[in-house]
């Protein structure tokens, strides 16, 4: 009998011919169409219309027809409801059956039919069968909770199965005791909060009994829901990895890969001068080594988690290098993936095999992975001091071949070699030169250019090859541009005699004739040292550069602790969080290792992530604080509160004045003579090196933005900046800002601070609505990758929420309401009266400002500063009343009468609005008025 | 877990497709198609991210099998269920064939709705699977109501793998020992890496339910037994005992009991299965050597010289020899001269293959060949694959030795020495290369 006919009937008025066959008497016929109309649905198309044609067959004593038709109605009930409802006697009916089989069947199949009429038959026969003395029903009913909860979460608690299937938990049989797992850790995944899978010694003991003997599929299902509990001490920690370690001889890999991530997260607890706790290690590498003679797909997953546990813990596979060696025939993916782990366990007793092994792999034909092959040889370089030779002659032998993209990717990584053994290859730079011609890569040929820069003085004809460049300059890619003209401001402080002209050249082309901002900005500060301070121009840019690591490559401490705890899953492939990847509340929670045993002894990374979860979300700044925070502010004895003098100044103010025009329009009018500019260039040499790190970044021009109280009014608010988004919270990303109000603009100043170890882009911002329609201006412009611990300033214009390349991070932060009192807030005085009149007394408040010890004067120009506007002035009993204006961003009049007495600290405030309503919170209001007022 | 599973063909047709959870869509079929079966470049990881759904996939001949899914799934368990289900389908009806999936496609549903429930594996062995689903529709009117309650207690019961009430006239015991010994090899002779992974297959056709302990030469094992004994024992067997750096067992070995005594201890499936893997890495006999000469004359001209030499018991012999030497891309012609067996140069596979049928132990063998190249400006170096061989001989190149394999069965009445044991060694060449 073959079934493959049923894939070929195409033809027209088939659904005609269907509906006839299914409605026929004959049952062979019958069922031979019902078989048609799965084929077709399968291959995609509608047989919909057949809905109560094969829901008349339903009334079956064959079971295969029956489960033909269940299969279609799993299929097209949602869409045909009202009809699916003809189904659900015959559900019923069958979940009273005598045969286990079909009772489990029906079951199964009525929590697939998303269909709410249906929903609610199913909770009776479900109950019943949670109940049922065949463990086979229960295991599937055990299942179908959970997909009764997917459809309805509210209709599954309230009609108390959870309760049941916790019940379950301690079922005779330990499939039923694997399902409800799996089922309750997957509605406990939905519930973050709730203690749904309330695990505790008692019943960790029950699964771990079920672990060893239920299925392959179960065990898994126990291992992972395992993974979840968090030991008391370290003790108990122990007894369950002794339990869970024989799991590790399973012929399934997963049984495998869930027992080492229950064990490597339990081992964070064990004490490390335990003997257990080294045994443990011993038993770990193995299975581990095993995993790789499984299939190629299953190699693949391996090795991923396999990545993440030599770096948490390098010490399980420190001996086990030759097992990564890649074999000629595994699939480019397994190639790729051993090449990684081999560098990190590359190591001084292993280093000469592993180069023989990068130096054969070289010479193979997948590009992708030649290049991964070279690029491992300068990184092995790197981290293994004693090699370095080698890896510099292996490397220079490679380029000898003259494949191009071997060549290209050689150059690459020995400019990284440069960088962390200065002053030690430098007699391999005559061959680099050779081959110049060839590069054709934007990274490459940047390299090069920096090799060159960077050894002007040792390459005779340096200026020649720089010259070369400088012809296409503007063809170049902007890496290229930035490394061009950085090499040879560096080769003209070396050899300032020959190379006048060319540094001319290149500034020019750099400032005058680009549009592009990094560059234009990187050409004007070298511009303006050079003219002015040769000296500290050659401090600067010559400056001694720190030395690279290997950690670079290495995952985020955070993130890393974050996948072991997902090992064997998708996460752990892809090295990202699940909440990167999963939709919605499910899988979201972030996961961390446990603390280690309190025996006193310290694990070698500080577990960050414990002390964050720890402190209270405390993203919006408590109203006390921001007032305390401005009263220190005030208390200074002076008036101004521009920013402080320079310390590392090394500039003339007049210096200002060498400056070509070009510069004015780029800071704008209101730097000149503003001593903030010193501050700007004393920062310089800390970032340079950064941007050599990251090509491309115009480190520089965020260096202007620096300047937080350039051309600030003296006297207005400067308040220092608040912690929006902790680090903790946004895998890194850390933002701290404060609103200020210039030159009519509504501005909201950021710092973004990278403090995760890998490089962040493509940064943009967004903004809740909010009452008084604030937005951005414009996009957020961090052109930059923001690399490592590197910090950026740029201003710019509440929910917010910050976007890059790891996830969207929100935080709300309060801006201060004096913001949004605009500049032309002065009232007519004929109009100020009438209006103050007008308004009913019902839109009055008053309120006080304690311990202001500012007469009325002085109190009225400080308002003034920021847009509060004296109207009127009374003196009445010796006390001063202002009657002051404002408006608001959105045109709203707000009036108010401040009573000072002298030599009494507390001001009176009433205040009135026009048109106030429930816009503006009364409270907020205040503030803003004290803070303005102090 | 598991959202959707779908099966196509090579061209990227459904052949079946089976939705288990609501947020997999009748697109992400044909997202998978679009943007791995008919990508343009090689697939360059099994696991692939489509607009926030992942697929995991893998391909048995022209058949792919993908999994969707949108949660953040365990992975390796996604990679097994799909390789078990391959099983699975062997099982039912042979090669796993476009043919032959949509000639069984209902049948495959009915698995799928078995073996996967909301997207969770459940029993998937086929021993279990056959006495329910039958590939002539189950026929439940038939069972009573005795048979009913024993499928699903053999279903969900702790021995899943076997069923109660099986009787054997003769009781008779396959054992298989089946390695590949797997090598890469320096120009020079120095071995880069070597290591067995062998697997202890079985066929057992007992009575009853018999519980068997099975015993090999593992090295812990007989130290500790050595202990135990005279010194005179460790001496004799301590030659002979091999140190395994891993195993793994089928399901129906209790690892509780492995780990505490290192006994073997089961309770068997009826007829195939494959009872253990294991991998060593020591003292590994490595049947041939490969010294391999390679001259390069000017530049349109290669000389290759091939020698092998068995090493093993002369009196054994092995068979199905084959070295795969391969040649340049720019080869125009082959002269080849050998002492034994029979040599071709085959073109599209640019190598040079030499088939020997039967080689005994001690011996050496050679063949030379002179290759001719077409003159190119290509500076591009031959990359120079390694020479690669195949062979079969009749031991475990690891030197594993089946020391006993017990069979008891309380309730029946036959001992372990009624039942008729066979035990049988071939050892066969895995990854087998020697740089050239």
């Known amino acids: ?934 | 877990m598991i959202g959707g599973l779908f099966i196509y063909n090579h061209k990227g047709e459904v052949l079946i497709s089976r939705v288990y959870r609501d947020d997999i869509g009748r697109n992400a079929v044909d997202a998978f198609r679009v943007n791995v079966i008919h990508a343009r470049q090689q697939v360059r990881s099994p696991v692939t991210n489509i607009a926030r759904t992942s697929f995991l996939h893998v391909k048995r001949s022209n058949i792919w099998l993908a999994a969707a899914t949108k949660q953040n799934v365990n992975a390796t368990m996604v990679f097994e269920f799909l390789y078990k289900m391959c099983d699975v389908m062997a099982a039912y009806f042979g090669k796993i064939s476009e043919e032959n999936v949509k000639n069984n496609f209902v049948l495959i549903y009915e698995l799928l709705d078995e073996i996967l429930d909301f997207g969770y594996p459940q029993n998937s062995e086929t021993g279990a699977l056959k006495t329910f689903i039958t590939q002539q529709g189950i026929k439940s009117q038939h069972h009573t109501k005795e048979e009913q309650s024993q499928i699903t207690s053999q279903v969900t019961g702790q021995i899943g793998w076997r069923r109660e009430g099986i009787k054997y006239r003769r009781n008779e015991l396959f054992l298989d020992v089946l390695e590949s010994v797997n090598l890469l090899m320096s120009p020079q002779g120095q071995v880069l890496s070597a290591h067995v992974s062998g697997r202890v297959v079985m066929k057992s056709y007992l009575s009853g339910m018999p519980e068997c302990k099975f015993g090999m030469n593992d090295k812990i094992v007989i130290d500790k037994q050595g202990k135990g004994g005279g010194s005179e024992d460790v001496a004799k067997s301590g030659k002979q005992s091999i140190a395994i750096d891993d195993c793994t067992f089928h399901q129906c070995v209790r690892l509780s009991k492995f780990d505490t005594e290192r006994s073997i201890s089961f309770i068997p499936p009826d007829g195939d299965y494959e009872l253990m893997r294991y991998r060593t890495t020591k003292d590994i006999i490595l049947p041939f050597r490969v010294i391999p000469l390679v001259r390069e004359v000017g530049r349109t001209r290669l000389e290759v010289k091939v020698v092998i030499k068995s090493n093993f018991k002369s009196s054994l012999l092995a068979q199905k020899i084959e070295v795969r030497i391969p040649t340049p891309l720019t080869t125009s012609g082959v002269q080849l001269i050998c002492m034994k067996g029979k040599a071709k140069y085959k073109a599209s596979e640019n190598a040079i293959v030499w088939k020997v049928k039967r080689m005994a132990g001690m011996k050496e063998s050679q063949i030379s060949a002179e290759i001719e190249l077409l003159p190119t400006n290509d500076k591009k170096k031959w990359a120079r694959p390694p020479i690669s061989m195949n062979f079969e001989v009749p031991f475990a190149p690891s030197g594993l030795k089946v020391r006993y394999l017990k069979v008891f069965e309380p309730k029946l009445n036959y001992s372990d020495h009624d039942v008729i044991k066979w035990v049988r060694y071939i050892g066969r060449s895995g990854i087998y290369e020697t740089r050239c």
Not at chain 1, 129 to 158: G, M, S
Not at chain 1, 172 to 186: F, G, I, R, W, Y
Not at chain 1, 492 to 511: D, G, I, R
Not at chain 1, 902 to 924: D, E, H, K, R, W
Request: net charge negative; with cysteine.
């Open chain 1, 1 to 934: 009998m073959t079934d493959s006919k049923y894939f070929t009937t195409t033809k027209k008025g088939e659904i005609f011919e269907l509906k006839a066959e299914l409605n026929s008497d004959k049952k062979e016929k019958k069922k031979e169409a019902v078989k048609k109309v799965i084929a077709s649905m399968t291959v995609g198309k509608d047989v919909s219309a057949l809905f109560p044609d094969v829901v008349n067959c339903m009334q079956t004593d064959n079971l295969e027809l029956k489960k033909l038709v269940y299969l279609y109605l799993m299929n097209y009930a949602k869409s045909q409801p009202d009809m699916a409802i003809m189904a659900v006697n015959t559900f019923v009916k069958d979940c009273e059956d005598p045969n286990p089989l079909i009772r489990a069947l029906a079951v199964r199949t009525m929590g697939c039919i998303r269909v709410d009429k249906i929903t609610e038959y199913l909770c009776e026969p479900l109950r019943k069968c949670l109940k049922d003395e065949d463990p086979y029903v229960r295991k599937t009913a055990a299942v179908c909770v959970a997909k009764l909860h997917d459809i309805n979460a509210q209709l599954v608690e309230d009609q108390g199965f959870l309760d049941t299937l916790k019940d379950l938990i301690s079922d005779s049989n330990p499939m039923v005791v694997a399902n409800a797992v799996a089922a309750l850790s997957e509605i406990a995944e939905s519930h973050p909060n709730s203690n749904l899978l309330d695990l505790n010694p008692q019943t960790i003991n029950k699964l771990l009994t079920a672990l060893n003997e239920c299925t392959e599929w179960g065990q898994i299902f126990i291992l992972d829901c395992l993974a979840n509990y968090t030991p008391r001490d370290d003790r108990e920690s122990q007894s369950i990895c002794e339990r869970v370690t024989p799991r590790l001889s399973h012929a399934n890999s997963a049984v495998v890969l869930s027992a080492v991530k229950v064990l490597m997260k339990f081992m964070e607890m064990l004490p490390k001068d335990l003997d257990y706790y080294g045994t443990l290690l011993k038993k770990l590498a193995p299975p581990l080594v095993t995993l790789l003679s499984a299939e190629p797909e299953l190699q693949y997953v391996a090795l991923r988690n396999i990545n993440l546990i030599v770096q948490r813990r390098p010490e399980i596979l420190k001996h086990e290098m030759k097992v990564f060696f890649v074999k000629y025939n595994d699939p480019i993916y397994v190639k790729l993936e051993k090449l990684d782990i081999m560098i990190r366990l590359a190591s001084q007793a292993n280093i000469a095999q592993v180069l023989a092994e990068l130096k054969e792999y070289a010479t193979e034909v997948d590009v992708d992975f030649v290049r991964k092959a070279v690029r491992a040889i300068g990184r092995c370089a790197i981290k293994v001091e004693q090699s370095a030779e080698r890896c510099v002659s292996t490397l220079l032998d490679l380029i000898q071949t003259k494949v191009n993209y071997v060549v290209q990717e050689a150059i690459v990584v020995i400019k990284d070699i440069f960088r962390k053994y200065p002053n030690k290859y430098e007699s391999v730079i005559a061959t680099l030169c050779e081959n110049l011609d060839s590069l054709d890569e934007p990274e490459a040929r940047a390299a090069m250019i920096w090799i060159v820069g960077e050894y002007a003085e040792r390459i005779d004809n340096a200026d020649e090859l720089l010259e070369s460049f400088l012809e296409g300059f503007h063809d170049e890619s902007t890496q290229v541009q930035l490394q061009l003209l950085t090499a040879i401001v560096k080769l003209f402080l070396k050899k300032p005699t020959e190379t006048q002209e060319l540094v001319q050249q290149v500034l020019s082309l750099a400032t005058q004739d680009s549009d592009n901002p990094d560059l234009r900005d990187r050409g004007y500060i070298y511009w303006r040292l050079l003219s002015t301070d040769p000296v500290a121009a050659k401090e600067v840019v010559l400056a001694e550069k720190p030395l690279i690591s290997e950690e670079t490559d290495l995952i985020e401490p955070t993130l890393l602790e974050e996948l072991i705890c997902h090992i064997g899953t998708l996460a752990s492939v892809y090295h990202k969080p699940p909440s990167a990847f999963v939709e919605g509340s499910r899988g979201v929670q972030h996961k961390r290792l446990p603390g280690s045993a309190g025996s006193g002894e310290s694990v070698e990374s500080p577990d960050p992530g414990a002390a964050a979860t720890e402190t209270p979300p405390a993203v919006i700044p408590s109203q006390g604080d921001l007032l305390g925070d401005l009263l220190n502010l005030d208390l200074t004895p002076t008036t101004t509160t521009g920013p402080p003098p320079p310390t590392t100044s090394g500039m003339q103010m007049g210096a200002m004045d060498l400056l070509s025009g070009g510069l004015d329009s780029l800071l704008g009018g209101d730097i000149g003579g503003n001593p903030a500019m010193g501050a700007a260039f004393g920062a310089a040499p800390a970032t340079m090196p950064a941007s050599f790190n990251a090509p491309g970044s115009g480190g520089l021009d965020d260096l202007f933005d620096l300047g937080g109280g350039v051309g600030m009014p003296m006297g207005a608010l400067n308040p220092p900046k608040a912690v929006w988004l902790p680090a903790m919270k946004a895998k890194g990303l850390e933002i701290s800002g404060v609103f200020v109000r210039r030159a009519g603009v509504i501005q909201m100043e950021m710092t973004l601070t990278n403090k995760a170890m890998s490089v962040m882009t493509d940064f943009a911002i967004q903004f809740n609505r909010n009452s008084f329609g604030l937005a951005p201006a414009g996009p957020l412009q961090i052109l930059t990758p923001l690399s490592p611990n590197q910090s950026i300033e740029p201003l710019n214009n509440l929910q917010v929420a910050v976007k890059n390349n790891i996830d969207v991070f929100y935080f709300s932060c309060q801006y201060p309401i004096s913001m949004l009192f605009v500049e032309d807030g002065k009232m007519e005085r004929q109009v100020f009266l009438a209006t103050w009149k007008d308004i009913p007394n019902d839109n009055e408040s008053q309120f006080q400002i304690k311990d202001c010890h500012l007469n009325s004067d002085a109190a009225s120009n400080k308002l003034q500063s920021s847009n509060i506007f004296t109207i009127a002035k009374r003196t009445v009993e010796g006390q001063d009343m202002l009657y002051q204006s404002m408006k608001l961003t959105n045109g709203i009049w707000v009036l108010a009468e401040l009573r000072v007495q002298a030599g009494n600290p507390n001001y009176t405030v009433s205040s009135v609005a026009l048109a106030i309503g429930p816009i503006i919170n009364q409270n907020g209001f205040e503030n803003g008025f004290t803070n303005q007022a102090l």
